[in-house]
């Protein structure tokens, strides 16, 4: 079992940065594939970057390459997304998940723990 909580949300004004922080319980964190989606007001869930266990493969949705980062401190049991130049696009809440193995980090199925989500509103 595996517990997460996202932190660092807020709102920003456009062109800004955040970084979203993501703490998870149990001592097999380093053993996840790690990923961030994100969910706008009336708006299906969507892949936003994804990471695996060992921080060897990354994955991005290509609204986000460029200027997001998402990395992992598997001794603070954390995984991040740095954001930089926020869009007002960007709103939404952003949740952080987790599975033992993921073939595709984008695949949102692949994942079997979730957080309850931070909000990211980016002003215009």
């Known amino acids: 079992q595996v517990q997460l909580v996202e932190s660092g949300g807020g709102l920003v004004q456009a062109g800004g940065s955040l970084r979203l922080s993501c703490a998870a319980s149990?001592?097999?964190?380093?053993?996840?594939?790690m990923g961030w989606f994100r969910q706008a007001p009336g708006k299906e869930r969507e892949f936003v970057a994804g990471?695996?266990?060992?921080?060897?493969?990354?994955d991005y949705a290509d609204s986000v390459k460029g200027r997001f980062t998402i990395s992992r401190g598997n001794a603070k049991n954390t995984v991040y997304l740095q954001m930089i130049s926020l869009k007002p696009e960007d709103t939404a809440v952003y949740y952080c998940?987790?599975?033992?193995?993921?073939?595709?980090?984008?695949?949102?199925?692949?994942?079997?723990?979730w957080g309850q989500g931070t909000q990211v509103t980016v002003s215009s």
């Open positions: 998940a987790a599975t033992k193995l993921a073939s595709r980090l984008r695949a949102d199925f692949e994942y079997d723990y």
């Open positions: 149990g001592r097999t964190f380093s053993s996840y594939d």
């Open positions: 990471i695996s266990w060992n921080g060897g493969r990354t």
